[in-house]
């Protein structure tokens, strides 16, 4: 999500009247797709492509900036989003909650025998 907003920030008149952020919507599908270190890299690629290509030719930090952002580009070349069901997240809390309510029935069961014997 940070460079998102750096992305988002970068060249943004904007950031110096008012506060600059990513959409909750954007920040939710970012931690959806980022599954996987191929989506990361598919995402930081991206995001690095869109800052390569606000960067104003009359910014005298330009050729720093183009350095750094073909260099996250190039270490995260090959990156490709493969989707994945958006429903792995809702699955894991059922599986957590399940396994907490076996845990607190076991633990009834087991003082329960504790008790009688």
């Known amino acids: 999500m940070a460079i998102a907003t750096l992305a988002s920030c970068y060249d ?5 009247k008012k506060v600059v952020k990513i959409r909750k919507g954007q920040a939710v599908s970012l931690m959806m797709q980022a599954t996987n270190m191929e989506n990361l890299k598919s995402i930081m690629y991206n995001y690095a492509k869109q800052i390569q290509k606000m960067i104003p030719p009359c910014d005298p930090s330009s050729d720093e900036t183009t350095t750094i ?3 996250i580009m190039e270490l995260s070349k090959g990156g490709q989003v ?4 958006p429903f792995i997240p809702i699955y894991v809390s059922c ?6 309510i076996v845990y607190q029935y076991w633990t ?3 003082q329960i025998y504790d008790d009688c014997v």
């Open 82 to 85: 493969r989707r994945c069901s």
């Open 12 to 16: 943004n008149q904007d950031v110096f």
């Open 108 to 110: 009834n069961i087991v």
């Open 69 to 71: 952002t073909t260099e």
């Open 95 to 100: 599986g957590m909650m399940l396994t907490a």
